[in-house]
């Protein structure tokens, strides 16, 4: 009986690969912690655990890895909040003992007790990714690498909410629901339908997950999230798209976690997230370096977090911004510009195509969206045809792909 009931509520309760709805994300830890005294009391018994269950226990397990913060509380719980988890691993690692899943703690965790594990023959056991993307969950775990400090964005857009956690160098610096508002000829529509995905990409270098939620009469709201771990940059951007020209006026409020202040630059537009240091380097790349410069919007500390705004007349818009990760990069110079898009010799309206170039110490990106129906289009000496990209600038001029979206 107790098998049974276990293995349905596993069945039920997750995607199958033991990540719960993401209305439910947070109850990770008891879910597992229960299933950790339920799989210890079924290994006492005669006839021992079910493969079934061991399986299941593992999956949920492993997510939990995934959603893991340095401090050992999970994403989207309280910071700094006390939890068994090394405890747990001490079962999991008894009751799932092989190489792979050994290997698994050894780089995910710090200092967890970490048995021998199984022995295998020839090369190590390859270990699980670290990112995880489950439709059903309504869930993106996007981050490169197991190592501790290394970038990860967590979303959730279940239940008509996008909830989002962007952690580095062991600190949150984000977390919470993003509060949107899209005002369209002086009539406010927020995200109140169910967001969906439009693409899921990895690769060795980035993980990007695009979402997207209607608002009315035919106006769309897309949601890009980039990480590249090995650039330390996370890139995210929100396109309002219509077909008929109006008055856009776009909010995005991303709240902060507790201890993270934002520290915006005197004479730029340009901020910091700091807490007793400065952790991160925020770019609002559509909006004009220098605050001299007639703005089209701002970024700026409110109560409830990271406020950007933008206005423009037309029938779409691009909002994006550029986190900068890296410690030994975000104190140097820095600097950002929009882009002249041609299309056959024309320059093209920002409603129909965007292109911005940022740059940190020596460090430059270069970053396209098309708006409009994909054409070919040329910026900077770069000739696309993609509706989104994202590069990095080599010495010698040229980009190096990190993304492209046909």
């Known amino acids: 009986m107790l098998r049974h009931m276990a293995s349905r509520r596993a069945e039920e309760a997750t995607d199958g690969e033991g990540l719960l709805r993401g ?95 199984s022995k295998s023959k020839g090369n190590k056991p390859a270990a699980p990714e670290p990112f995880e993307y489950s439709e059903w969950s309504a869930v993106g775990i996007l981050r490169r690498s197991w190592q501790q400090g290394s970038p990860r964005l967590t979303v959730s857009f279940d239940d008509r909410r996008f909830e989002c956690e962007l952690d580095a160098e062991g600190l949150v610096l984000l977390t919470g629901t993003w509060n949107t508002e899209v005002v369209i000829d002086g009539w406010t529509w927020r995200t109140e339908n169910d967001w969906e995905e439009v693409c899921w990409h990895t690769d060795e270098d980035i993980c990007y997950l695009e979402v997207e939620t209607k608002l009315t009469e035919g106006w769309r709201l897309q949601r890009q999230l980039l990480v590249a771990s090995q650039q330390q940059i996370v890139l995210v951007a929100d396109a309002v798209l219509g077909e008929e020209p109006a008055q856009l006026e776009y909010r995005c409020t991303r709240p902060l976690e507790e201890a993270i202040r934002f520290l915006p630059a005197d004479e730029t537009r340009e901020g910091y997230l700091a807490a007793r240091r400065a952790q991160a380097l925020v770019l609002p790349l559509a909006l004009p370096e220098w605050r001299t410069e007639t703005g089209r919007g701002e970024l700026s500390a409110t109560g409830d977090g990271l406020t950007l ?41 920002p409603e129909v195509a965007v292109a911005y170039r940022a740059q940190v110490g020596k460090d430059q990106w270069a970053i396209y969206r098309s708006l409009g129906p994909k054409a070919n289009r040329t910026f900077l000496g770069q000739n696309l045809v993609n509706e989104y990209f994202v590069g990095v600038f080599k010495p010698d001029g040229t980009t190096e792909t990190l993304l492209e979206v046909e």
């Not at 912690?33 to 269950?53: F, H, K, N």
């Not at 405890?87 to 698994?104: F, G, P």
């Not at 029938?315 to 056959?344: G, H, Y």
Request: overall charge positive; glycine content about 6%.
């Open 23 to 117: 209305r439910h994300l947070r109850l990770t830890l008891p879910l597992l912690a229960s299933w950790a005294r339920v799989v210890t009391l079924l290994a006492a018994m005669p006839s021992g655990v079910d493969e079934d269950i061991r399986a299941q226990f593992a999956w949920l397990w492993r997510q939990a890895l995934r959603l893991r913060r340095e401090d050992g509380s999970l994403v989207f719980t309280s910071v700094g909040e006390q939890t068994d988890f090394a405890e747990i691993t001490t079962v999991a690692l008894q009751q799932i003992d092989d190489a792979a899943n050994h290997r698994l703690a050894r780089l995910a965790l710090r200092g967890a007790p970490v048995g021998r594990g």
């Open 309 to 349: 705004t933008q206005t423009t007349r037309g029938r779409r818009m691009f909002a994006p911004l550029l986190f900068d990760l890296s410690s030994n990069r975000i104190r140097k110079e820095c600097t950002w510009r929009q882009l002249t898009v041609a299309e056959q010799l024309k320059i093209v309206s």
